[in-house]
C-alpha cells in the first residue's frame, strides 16, 4: 500500500482524493482479519465510495473475461461490479481500500470506523494537513505518519506532467504511461468520454485505489490543452 | 509472458498497456513481447478484457477493411482473441513476478504488492520507534523499472555509510550480507517494476542519510521515489516533517496511520514510561 504514497500533482489540485485502507499486520493481529476487513468496506457502503477494492480480488471496476460478439455490441459491458458482491468474494486477509473525493464523507466514515473498534491497522492516504485537521475534529491523535518525497534519480525517463498525473494514480504501475496517454488521446480526439477513460484506467488497478473523480478532471484539463 | 501468434489479430491493444513498454508490433504486424524487458507483472493477461472472437475470420475483416482505407479497432482496454498467455517461470525469472504483480505474495515476508507493510501497520509492529526514522527508498517507481544489480549499487552505498536495513523487506531478505548490502548474485540480473529498500535509523541521523540518499540518486540509471516515515507524537505533531522542509522537500501528500490497530500510540506510552 505504498501504492497510495506518491501521487503526482501539486498538493492545491489534490483536495478530491482520499484513499483510506485498513489491514492487519503480519504476524500480529491477523485473527479474523477477513471478516474485519468486509466489515471496514460495508462500512463504507453507505458514504457511496467513488473506488474501493482489495488487491486478492481486484477493484469495482474488473475487465470482463466472458465477453461474446452478441454481448459486446447488443448487450453492452458491464464494468463495474457492486460493493456487496466485491465484498463477498474477497477470499482472505489483506489490504482493504476505499477511495473518496468529498471530504465529508471521509471524517464520517473515519468516525464510523473508530467506533467499530475492528483492530486493524486503518491508514488515509491524502493531504497530510487535510488529515490532520480531519482527526482533530473527530478527536483521533495519529499514530504514525509517512510523507512522500517525491521522484529523484533519472527523471529524464518519467512521462510527461499529465499523464503521470493518472499513472501514479495506480501506484503498483498498472496504468501504464502510455495507456494513460492514450486515454488522454481518446478524449482529445472524441473518441471516448472522460467518465468512459477514466474507469477504463481504473480497471487495471487491482487494488481499487485509482480515483475516477480525479482522472476525469485531469482528462478534461488534459484534452482541453 | 508470451502472445500467441496463432490468436493475435495485431489490433496492438497490448501494447498500450503494458506497463514497462515491453509489448510491440513485429514484422509481421503482430505483437511479441521483449522477454528481457518484460517484468512479469501479468497486467496484460490479467486486466485486458477478452471477447473470445476467431481469429481467422477477424484478420480477414481486417484485411477487407485496410482495402477500403478502415480500421478494424476493438475497445482500448480488449484483447479480441485472448492472445495472451502466462507461461510457468522458474528461478530466478520468477522473482521478476513476485515484485512486479500485486496480486503475488511475497514468500519472505507474507506480504503481497511490494512485500513489506512498513508504517502502515506500525501501531501494531513498532517497526519504526518514537525517535526513530523510516526512509522508504523504491527503486523503478513509477513505471520505469530496474535491474537489481542496480538496486544493489544503492544498498552498497548506504551499508558502507552503516544504515540498518528492516528486517521485514524482501530487499533485505534477498540480501547475502547487510554488513556489505550485496544481494545474492543469482538475481542481480532480473528486472522488476520496482522494488522497495527501507533502512531505518535514528532521527538525528535522517538529514546525513538523506545526503547519501542524494548521491546515490544522482548516479541513479531508474526513477527513485523515496517516503519518509515516523511515529507521531502525544499531539499528534512530528519532529520530522519540520526537518525535511528545511531539507528543501515539498510536503503535501503523506499516509497517516490512525493507530486503529488496538495499541493506539502504545509506543509514545513506552517512551513516556
Redesign the interface.
Known amino acids: 500500500m505504498t501504492n497510495t504514497l506518491h501521487r503526482f500533482g501539486k498538493s492545491e489540485k489534490l483536495p478530491d482524493d482520499y484513499i483510506v485502507f485498513a489491514m492487519a499486520g503480519k504476524g500480529f493481529n491477523e485473527e479474523g482479519a477477513l471478516e474485519k476487513a468486509q466489515t471496514f468496506l460495508r462500512t463504507a457502503i453507505k458514504y457511496q465510495p467513488i473506488n474501493m477494492g482489495n488487491a486478492l480480488v481486484n477493484s469495482l471496476y474488473r475487465p470482463e473475461k466472458n465477453l461474446s460478439f452478441f454481448k459486446l455490441y447488443f448487450v453492452g459491458r458491464q464494468e463495474k461490479t457492486t460493493y456487496e458482491q466485491l465484498i463477498d468474494e474477497i477470499p482472505g486477509p489483506g489490504s482493504a481500500a476505499v477511495v473518496f473525493d468529498d471530504r465529508e464523507k471521509v471524517r464520517q466514515f473515519i468516525q464510523d470506523v473508530e467506533k467499530l473498534d475492528l483492530g486493524l491497522s486503518v491508514n488515509v492516504s491524502a493531504l497530510v494537513d487535510d488529515v490532520r485537521d480531519i482527526c482533530g475534529e473527530v478527536d483521533i491523535t495519529p499514530h504514525a505518519v509517512e510523507y512522500t518525497l517525491g521522484f529523484h534519480g533519472d527523471t529524464s525517463k518519467l512521462p510527461e506532467r499529465e499523464t503521470l498525473k493518472l499513472s501514479t494514480m495506480c501506484g503498483h504501475g498498472m496504468v501504464s504511461p502510455n495507456f494513460a496517454k492514450k486515454m488522454i488521446n481518446h478524449v482529445k480526439e472524441g473518441r471516448m468520454d472522460k467518465e468512459d477513460a477514466a474507469h477504463c484506467m481504473a480497471k487495471f488497478c487491482v487494488c481499487g485505489v485509482f480515483n475516477t473523480t480525479r482522472a476525469m478532471r485531469i482528462l478534461d484539463n488534459a484534452s482541453r490543452g | 509472458m508470451r502472445i500467441s501468434k496463432e490468436k493475435c489479430v495485431g489490433c496492438a491493444n497490448c501494447?498500450?498497456?503494458?506497463?514497462?513498454?515491453a509489448i510491440y508490433i513485429g514484422e509481421d504486424g503482430l505483437s511479441e513481447i521483449n522477454a528481457e524487458s518484460c517484468v512479469e507483472?501479468h497486467?496484460c493477461y490479467?486486466?485486458?478484457?477478452?471477447?473470445?472472437?476467431m481469429p481467422g475470420p477477424i484478420r480477414i475483416i481486417r484485411r477487407m477493411l485496410k482495402k477500403v482505407g478502415l480500421r478494424f479497432q476493438p475497445?482500448?482496454?480488449?484483447c479480441p482473441t485472448e492472445a495472451i498467455i502466462p507461461e510457468d517461470l522458474e528461478w530466478p525469472r520468477i522473482v521478476r513476478r513476485a515484485f512486479?504483480d500485486?496480486?503475488v505474495t511475497h514468500e519472505s515476508?507474507?506480504?503481497?504488492?511490494?512485500g513489506?507493510?512498513?508504517?502502515?501497520?506500525?501501531?501494531?509492529?513498532h517497526r519504526?520507534k518514537p525517535g526513530e526514522v523510516?526512509l522508504?527508498v523504491?527503486?523503478g517507481?513509477?513505471?520505469?523499472g530496474v535491474y537489481f544489480r542496480e538496486v544493489q549499487k544503492a544498498t552498497r552505498v548506504m551499508a558502507a555509510e552503516g544504515v540498518t536495513f528492516e528486517e521485514?523487506n524482501p530487499i533485505t531478505q534477498m540480501m547475502i550480507s547487510q554488513a556489505t548490502g550485496d544481494i545474492r548474485e543469482d538475481v542481480l540480473d532480473e528486472k522488476v517494476?520496482?522494488c522497495?529498500v527501507e533502512i531505518t535509523m535514528p532521527v538525528d541521523d535522517v538529514v546525513r542519510t538523506l545526503n547519501v540518499?542524494?548521491g546515490i540518486?544522482k548516479n541513479?540509471?531508474?526513477?527513485?521515489?523515496?517516503?519518509?516515515?515516523?511515529?507521531?507524537d502525544?499531539?499528534?505533531g512530528?519532529p520530522?516533517?519540520s526537518i525535511?522542509e528545511k531539507e528543501g522537500?515539498?510536503?503535501?501528500?503523506?499516509?497517516?496511520?490512525?493507530?486503529?490497530?488496538?495499541v493506539?500510540?502504545a509506543?509514545v506510552t513506552n517512551m513516556e514510561n
Open positions: 501494447v498500450a498497456v503494458c506497463s514497462v513498454g507483472c497486467n490479467r486486466s485486458l478484457s477478452y471477447e473470445h472472437l475497445d482500448p482496454d480488449l512486479s500485486p496480486m515476508t507474507g506480504v503481497h504488492g511490494r513489506t507493510e512498513e508504517v502502515k501497520t506500525n501501531d501494531v509492529s519504526i523510516g522508504v523504491e527503486f517507481r513509477p513505471g520505469i521485514g517494476l520496482s522497495i540518499l542524494r540518486c541513479a540509471e531508474t526513477v527513485i521515489s523515496i517516503g519518509a516515515s515516523t511515529v507521531c502525544e499531539k499528534g512530528d520530522l516533517r525535511l522537500y515539498d510536503i503535501g501528500w503523506a499516509k497517516l496511520n490512525l493507530g486503529f490497530g488496538r493506539t500510540n509506543s
